[in-house]
Every structure is written in structure tokens, then in C-alpha cells.
């Protein structure tokens, strides 16, 4: 129950933030046409386009994870029986990733909270709101967190299901 909740909260997310490569992409559409066709530059597309992308890249994290897109060096766990490989996988969240994943959750949540406190915005011809994109990255690291517990579940469990199954 908890890992269909868990992987399912990670699909909804990533499948979600995914629609916003739509708008990434229109925003580029829309600057390059008016800077090359219209010869009318707008000074705001940039800046935008930039934390779409933002927004884009640090959400899926915990989405890449429940489908194994990450990347892996399986140079040594390869030629390893199954129980063997599940084993050094559980070590390797527990020495590498767990520790990774909490000071990358408690460093973003006091960089969210403090630019949020001081109403951070970028500087520029066009102020926008930084505080929502470091916000993302706390809740990004929140989700990355979640799916690696819900990974070592699986691992502890021996299920094989595919990962691409909800």
C-alpha cells in the first residue's frame, strides 16, 4: 500500500511536470519568433524559460528514480546473483543515497525558507519570484527522499514488478 502510494504520488508528479516541457517550449517558440520574425525582443522570456526549466529538471527527480532512469555504474553488481545485487543495492541507498537525499531535503528547505522569508526575486529588467523555484527544490528532494524508501521496500520485499507499472 505504502509503495503504490509512494510510486504513484512520483508518477502523478513527474507525468504532471512533463506537460510544462509544452510551455518551456511555447515561451522559446514565442521569444524566437518575436526577436528573429518581428525583430521585437521581449524581455522577460529568458528569465521565464529558465525556471520553467528549473521546475522541470528538479521535480523529476523522484519520477526518474521509480522508473531506474538515473544512472548506474553495474560494472561490479552484474555479474552478481540476484540476492547478492539486492543486498549491495539496499547498502549502496543506505550508505550513498540516503545520506545524499536528507542534506539535500534540509539544505533546500532552509534555502526555500529563508528566500521565501526575504520575498528573493531575480534581478534584471524583469523581477520575478524566485522563492516558488526553491521551494520546488525542497519538495523535489521531499519526493527523491520518498522513492528511494519506497526503492529499498521494493528491494527488502523482492518485488519485481516493472517499473513502469503503476
Known amino acids: 500500500m505504502l509503495i503504490r502510494a509512494i510510486d504513484g504520488l512520483n508518477e502523478f508528479v513527474g507525468r504532471t511536470v512533463a506537460v510544462l516541457a509544452l510551455g518551456f517550449a511555447a515561451v522559446i517558440i514565442y521569444d524566437v519568433f518575436m526577436r528573429y520574425a518581428l525583430n521585437s525582443p521581449t524581455r522577460w522570456a529568458f528569465d521565464v524559460s529558465k525556471q520553467m526549466f528549473g521546475f522541470y ?4 527527480g523522484g519520477y526518474a528514480l521509480r522508473h531506474q532512469s538515473h544512472v548506474r555504474v553495474d560494472l561490479l553488481t552484474e555479474h552478481m546473483r540476484p540476492g547478492t545485487r539486492r543486498w549491495v543495492d539496499i547498502a ?4 550513498f543515497f ?3 537525499a536528507w542534506i539535500f531535503f534540509r539544505r533546500s528547505w532552509d534555502f526555500a525558507a529563508r528566500s521565501w522569508a526575504q520575498g528573493e526575486t531575480t534581478y534584471g529588467a ?8 526553491k521551494a520546488a527544490m525542497c519538495v523535489a528532494a521531499g519526493l527523491l527522499l520518498l522513492q528511494g524508501i519506497c526503492e529499498v521496500l521494493k528491494l527488502l520485499l523482492n518485488r519485481t514488478e516493472s517499473p513502469h507499472g503503476t
Open 92 to 95: 549502496g541507498y543506505l550508505i
Open 98 to 100: 540516503f545520506p545524499f
Open 126 to 133: 524583469v523581477q520575478l519570484p524566485v522563492y516558488p523555484l
Open 57 to 60: 529538471f528538479i521535480l523529476l
